[in-house]
């Protein structure tokens, strides 16, 4: 799980979106014959939804509508996702971080504040100590142990639990979600 590129790392446990008027969808080719679908909209200092494997960009409508207005959101369909280039080769973790960072350079996205959902995160155990941005854990209390163990690994990483939710926690209580992530991408340098 090597984000070095990112401010910040968000583990949560279709279609497209509705863009706001000002927003965009484009491609950006990660390879030969391999094309990553991504949506954008607003203005700001960007933050970039990553959805769950096998899930698809329009994951983040609640969060696209909520940071829109403050910030330059980026929604993407990870390879053989969604909209973008269904392929044979290349669908593992560690090869749709390359692409990730394809498109956070091809996008230009400076001080990029990274959001994923539990498998878009990626279970790179060893690599955990070697990131050094601010990080923020949200997990769903069913969870809290492998948050604790996460945050141990990560220096200067912050958990927040929430009870009574599931998996796709961000999707329960949306409000909730929201508020944490605009109160950690608040307190960035």
Do not use: C
Request: no cysteine; charged share 20%; aromatic share 6%.
């Amino acid at each position: 799980m090597q984000v070095p590129f990112s401010r910040t790392l968000l583990p949560l446990t279709l279609g497209l979106l509705a863009l706001p008027s000002a927003g965009s969808a484009d491609f950006i080719e990660v390879a030969p014959q391999v094309k990553i679908y991504y949506e954008s909209t607003g203005q700001g200092e960007p933050l970039l939804f990553v959805p769950e494997w096998t899930l698809s960009s329009g994951i983040w409508k609640e969060q696209v509508n909520a940071f829109s207005k403050t910030h330059r959101v980026v929604v993407m369909d990870p390879r053989s996702h969604g909209n973008s280039s269904k392929v044979l080769a290349g669908n593992s973790v560690a090869q749709q971080a390359r692409d990730l960072r394809k498109v956070i350079e091809g996008l230009q996205l400076d001080r990029v504040t990274l959001v994923a959902w539990s498998m878009a995160v990626a279970d790179r155990r060893p690599y955990l100590a070697q990131i050094k941005v601010p990080t923020l854990l949200v997990v769903a209390g069913e969870n809290k142990e492998m948050g604790e163990t996460l945050k141990g690994k990560i220096g200067g990483a912050q958990l927040s639990v929430f009870e009574s939710v599931g998996h796709a926690l961000f999707l329960e209580d949306p409000k909730k979600s929201n508020d944490r992530l605009a109160a950690f991408v608040k307190s960035l340098p």
